[in-house]
């Protein structure tokens, strides 16, 4: 009795978190179109080549789906990336590429990012299903790749815009090892209040604290 009591607590968290879900950011993305619009502009003015960065990223229980973000790297990145790689300057953490000072970041991606305004057209990944507000960061299929059976197990929920570590002020810090701690402390005790105390954290965050990914 108690485990069917859980699995329909579970199955009304996740309809409605779904039904949050969609008119949240539906909501965000009518009231947040314009400056979308000008980021992009500024985007492509700034070297004149797509503003709208599109990767491959995995989901929830190992699925692919296409993942949108405004690109904040140089039309040249994956040449630059292949340097980097010869010259060692890539810092490996967990499955986690990190590389300080990044060369391949423009003026104005360092913006976006330093803004969190680059994550604006996951908006849509949150929309169509794909992605939640308030879940695990989606990784790269080249991480994942590398991902231990516990790793995995951050892949049982869809990802989300917002997760526990990055709500932490020295996200950018923390190693992998404690990402995934997180999440999966996440996992087991997510719930409508826990999702909206990360939300307002996140928003305070990304006001206060933020430094981009």
């Known amino acids: 009795m108690k485990q069917k009591n859980t699995d329909v607590a579970l199955g009304c968290y996740l ?21 979308l619009l000008v980021c992009l502009l500024v985007k492509w003015l700034e070297d004149f080549h797509n503003p709208l960065y599109i990767s491959e990223r995995v989901g929830k229980d190992g699925k692919t789906f296409k993942f949108f973000k405004i690109r904040t790297m140089r039309p040249d ?24 000072n990044d060369p391949r970041v423009t003026k104005f991606g360092k913006f976006l990012r330093r803004t969190s305004l680059d994550e604006l057209p996951q908006l849509f990944n949150v929309l169509n299903g794909t992605m939640s507000v308030v879940g695990p960061r989606p990784p790269l299929p080249s991480e994942v790749e590398k991902y231990t059976q516990k790793e995995w197990e951050r892949l049982q ?47 305070w965050a990304v006001l206060f604290f933020s430094s981009g990914e």
Not at 77 to 100: F, H, S, W, Y
Request: hydrophobic share 50%.
């Open 15 to 35: 309809f409605f978190k779904r039904v949050f879900d969609v008119l949240s950011s539906l909501l965000a993305i009518i009231l947040l179109s314009p400056v």
């Open 77 to 100: 990145a994956q040449e630059i990336t292949k340097q980097l790689v010869q010259d060692n300057l890539i810092e490996m953490n967990g499955p986690i590429c990190r590389i300080k």
């Open 157 to 203: 929920v869809k990802g989300g815009l917002l997760c526990l570590w990055q709500i932490e002020k020295n996200r950018n810090d923390l190693p992998f090892e404690k990402w995934l701690e997180l999440d999966m402390e996440y996992i087991r005790k997510r719930s409508f209040w826990l999702d909206m105390k990360i939300i307002l954290k996140g928003a």
